[in-house]
T-cell receptor, first 112, second 110 residues
């Protein structure tokens, strides 16, 4: 089955720093999604990417759909304490019946 | 204006019991899902329904039985609960590629 490798597993940064995380896959995807999960809550969609090479921003967040369709990255600029949470990438292959494959998550801690 | 809601939020029960988790979405989506998140936070799909029809059924013990009475609801019934069933269960829904998640049900089997 498809595997998604997400790195890093965890990050400890100071407020104001920029953050970068990425996901790589052994298979191609049609769609890449980035979610954030805060303690006690469900994953919340941050950015959706639908085309290879697409670069999309949402406030301080920027994500790209890799040209090979096997990778994606998420950048967070000027981090703030409320950025704390687990960030998940997820890939979707349309022929898989809307089956999302999730990365293992990146736990982000921001020190004020 | 809740989008995807689940009940209950917390569920503590004894081994061997039968329990149900309910999910409702008011987004008008056609497809609904159940995911399991383990203690390491890994999210794995269990089931998916499209217009009340089962389209994804991962390798899940048959003690787990989803039921979709209509497009807006997808419930999960679990028979003979085991310790290893302790996890957070998330419902999600989608119209196209993008899936929206509920707040989760934290199941603890003692």
């Amino acid at each position: 089955g498809q595997q998604l490798n997400q790195s890093p597993q965890s990050m400890f940064i100071q407020e104001g720093e920029d953050v970068s995380m990425n996901c790589t896959s052994s298979s191609i995807f049609n769609t890449w999604l980035w979610y954030k999960q805060e303690p006690g809550e469900g994953p919340v969609l941050l950015i959706a990417l639908y085309k290879a090479g697409e670069l999309t921003s949402n406030g301080r967040l920027t994500a790209q759909f890799g040209i090979t369709r096997k990778d994606s990255f998420l950048n967070i600029s000027a981090s703030i304490p409320s950025d704390v949470g687990i960030y998940f990438c997820a890939g979707l292959l349309l022929t898989s019946g809307s089956r999302l494959t999730f990365g293992e998550g990146t736990q982000l801690t921001v020190n004020p | 204006d809740t989008a995807v809601s689940q009940t209950p939020k917390y569920l503590v029960t004894q081994m061997g019991n039968d329990k149900s988790i309910k999910c409702e979405q008011n987004l008008g989506h056609d497809t609904m899902y159940w995911y399991k998140q383990d203690s390491k936070k890994f999210l794995k799909i269990m089931f998916s329904y499209n217009n009340k029809e089962l389209i994804i059924n991962e390798t899940v013990p048959n003690r787990f039985s989803p039921k979709s009475p209509d497009k807006a609801h997808l419930n999960l019934h679990i028979n003979s609960l085991e310790l290893g069933d302790s996890a957070v269960y998330f419902c999600a829904s989608s119209r196209y590629e993008t899936q929206y998640f509920g707040p989760g049900t934290r199941l603890l089997v003692l």
